[in-house]
């Protein structure tokens, strides 16, 4: 099984963006979905989470501007992004993690030009 990451591009500040994340296949056993962000130069930063009795956490950092959502029939993750600023520029990368393994998708590269 492998996770597909889409929606990434360059955007205006103040812009919009939804990233996209499927599976090819089926994905049994999920504890969470999350969303990843790094910048150029810096560590890795966790961005949202979604449980699967639909309980949402966001990083202070994306708070009122983030919204992650799921389709379970589509086994998919998204990441509608408001009021983008140019710190949000990175590569973003979506992670579901079941009992048995962590996916991770590919990552898909957002520029908030300003």
């Known amino acids: 099984v492998q996770l597909q990451a889409s929606g990434g591009g360059v955007v205006q500040a103040g812009g919009s963006l939804k990233l996209s994340c499927a599976a090819s296949?089926?994905?049994?056993?999920?504890?969470?979905m999350r969303w990843y962000r790094q910048a150029p130069g810096k560590e890795c930063e966790w961005v949202a989470i979604?449980?699967?009795?639909?309980?949402?956490n966001y990083a202070d950092s994306v708070e009122g501007r983030f919204s992650i959502s799921r389709d379970r029939a589509k086994k998919a993750v998204y990441l509608q992004m408001n009021s983008l600023e140019p710190w949000d520029t990175a590569v973003y990368y979506c992670?579901?993690?079941?009992?048995?393994?962590?996916?991770w998708g590919q990552g898909t590269l957002v520029t908030v030009s300003s």
């Open positions: 992670n579901i993690d079941t009992v048995w393994k962590s996916y």
């Open positions: 296949g089926s994905i049994i056993g999920v504890k969470a």
């Open positions: 979604i449980l699967p009795n639909g309980s949402i």
